[in-house]
Nanobody
Framework: QVQLVESGGGLVQAGESLRLSCTASTMILSINNLGWYRQAPGKQRELVASISSFGGRNYPDSVKGRFTISRDNAKNTVYLQMNSLKPEDSAIYYC?????????WGQGTQVTVSS
Protein backbone atom coordinates (compact mmCIF):
# COMPACT_ATOMS: atom_id res chain seq x y z
CA GLN A 1 0.00 0.00 0.00
CA VAL A 2 1.12 3.51 -0.85
CA GLN A 3 -0.53 6.56 0.64
CA LEU A 4 -0.20 9.86 -1.16
CA VAL A 5 -0.89 13.22 0.43
CA GLU A 6 -1.11 16.31 -1.75
CA SER A 7 -0.83 19.93 -0.72
CA GLY A 8 -0.30 23.33 -2.27
CA GLY A 9 -3.52 23.99 -4.13
CA GLY A 10 -5.34 27.27 -3.92
CA LEU A 11 -6.82 30.26 -5.69
CA VAL A 12 -4.57 32.36 -7.90
CA GLN A 13 -4.93 34.84 -10.71
CA ALA A 14 -4.07 34.10 -14.30
CA GLY A 15 -0.35 34.35 -14.92
CA GLU A 16 0.62 33.44 -11.38
CA SER A 17 2.34 30.30 -10.12
CA LEU A 18 1.66 27.48 -7.70
CA ARG A 19 3.67 24.52 -6.53
CA LEU A 20 1.93 21.31 -5.60
CA SER A 21 3.53 18.70 -3.37
CA CYS A 22 2.78 15.03 -2.99
CA THR A 23 4.38 13.03 -0.20
CA ALA A 24 4.35 9.26 -0.35
CA SER A 25 4.26 6.82 2.54
CA THR A 26 7.00 4.72 0.96
CA MET A 27 10.36 5.38 -0.60
CA ILE A 28 9.64 6.92 -3.99
CA LEU A 29 12.84 5.41 -5.33
CA SER A 30 10.92 2.16 -5.41
CA ILE A 31 7.96 3.63 -7.32
CA ASN A 32 8.02 2.97 -11.06
CA ASN A 33 6.23 6.12 -12.08
CA LEU A 34 4.87 9.19 -10.32
CA GLY A 35 2.46 11.56 -11.92
CA TRP A 36 0.01 14.40 -11.61
CA TYR A 37 -3.44 14.27 -13.13
CA ARG A 38 -6.26 16.77 -13.10
CA GLN A 39 -9.99 16.66 -13.46
CA ALA A 40 -12.22 19.62 -14.17
CA PRO A 41 -16.01 19.47 -13.69
CA GLY A 42 -17.65 17.51 -16.49
CA LYS A 43 -14.33 16.42 -17.96
CA GLN A 44 -12.27 13.27 -17.87
CA ARG A 45 -9.23 12.99 -15.67
CA GLU A 46 -6.13 13.80 -17.71
CA LEU A 47 -2.40 13.42 -17.28
CA VAL A 48 -0.58 16.64 -16.51
CA ALA A 49 2.94 15.40 -15.89
CA SER A 50 4.78 12.20 -15.04
CA ILE A 51 8.27 11.23 -13.99
CA SER A 52 9.77 7.78 -14.08
CA SER A 53 12.14 6.21 -11.59
CA PHE A 54 14.90 6.99 -14.08
CA GLY A 55 13.92 10.66 -14.19
CA GLY A 56 12.24 10.67 -17.59
CA ARG A 57 9.48 13.28 -17.78
CA ASN A 58 6.35 13.48 -19.85
CA TYR A 59 3.97 16.41 -20.40
CA PRO A 60 0.97 16.98 -22.64
CA ASP A 61 1.19 19.91 -25.04
CA SER A 62 -1.32 21.87 -22.98
CA VAL A 63 1.17 22.36 -20.13
CA LYS A 64 4.53 21.88 -21.81
CA GLY A 65 6.84 24.78 -21.05
CA ARG A 66 4.69 25.95 -18.14
CA PHE A 67 4.63 22.97 -15.75
CA THR A 68 7.60 21.10 -14.33
CA ILE A 69 7.53 17.86 -12.38
CA SER A 70 10.37 17.00 -10.05
CA ARG A 71 11.10 14.62 -7.25
CA ASP A 72 13.03 14.74 -3.99
CA ASN A 73 13.84 11.16 -3.14
CA ALA A 74 15.15 12.05 0.32
CA LYS A 75 11.76 13.57 1.20
CA ASN A 76 9.69 10.97 -0.67
CA THR A 77 8.00 13.90 -2.36
CA VAL A 78 7.11 14.77 -5.92
CA TYR A 79 6.40 18.35 -6.93
CA LEU A 80 4.51 20.07 -9.69
CA GLN A 81 5.64 23.61 -10.38
CA MET A 82 2.95 25.40 -12.35
CA ASN A 83 3.80 28.73 -13.96
CA SER A 84 1.81 31.08 -16.16
CA LEU A 85 -1.41 29.56 -14.95
CA LYS A 86 -4.54 29.94 -17.05
CA PRO A 87 -8.21 29.72 -16.09
CA GLU A 88 -8.42 26.46 -18.04
CA ASP A 89 -5.90 24.95 -15.62
CA SER A 90 -8.55 25.07 -12.90
CA ALA A 91 -9.27 21.56 -11.68
CA ILE A 92 -8.71 19.11 -8.88
CA TYR A 93 -5.16 17.86 -9.15
CA TYR A 94 -4.36 14.30 -8.12
CA CYS A 95 -1.08 12.64 -7.38
CA UNK A 96 -0.63 9.18 -8.86
CA UNK A 97 1.84 6.38 -8.18
CA UNK A 98 2.36 3.22 -10.16
CA UNK A 99 4.02 0.82 -7.75
CA UNK A 100 4.66 -2.79 -8.62
CA UNK A 101 1.40 -3.91 -10.21
CA UNK A 102 -0.84 -1.42 -8.45
CA UNK A 103 -1.90 2.17 -8.90
CA UNK A 104 -2.53 4.63 -6.10
CA TRP A 105 -4.16 8.04 -5.92
CA GLY A 106 -4.07 10.92 -3.52
CA GLN A 107 -7.18 12.67 -2.29
CA GLY A 108 -6.73 15.63 -4.64
CA THR A 109 -6.09 19.31 -4.18
CA GLN A 110 -8.12 22.09 -5.76
CA VAL A 111 -6.49 24.60 -8.06
CA THR A 112 -8.56 27.57 -9.17
CA VAL A 113 -7.25 30.19 -11.56
CA SER A 114 -9.26 33.37 -11.92
CA SER A 115 -9.11 35.52 -15.04
Amino acid sequence: QVQLVESGGGLVQAGESLRLSCTASTMILSINNLGWYRQAPGKQRELVASISSFGGRNYPDSVKGRFTISRDNAKNTVYLQMNSLKPEDSAIYYCNAKYRLNEYWGQGTQVTVSS
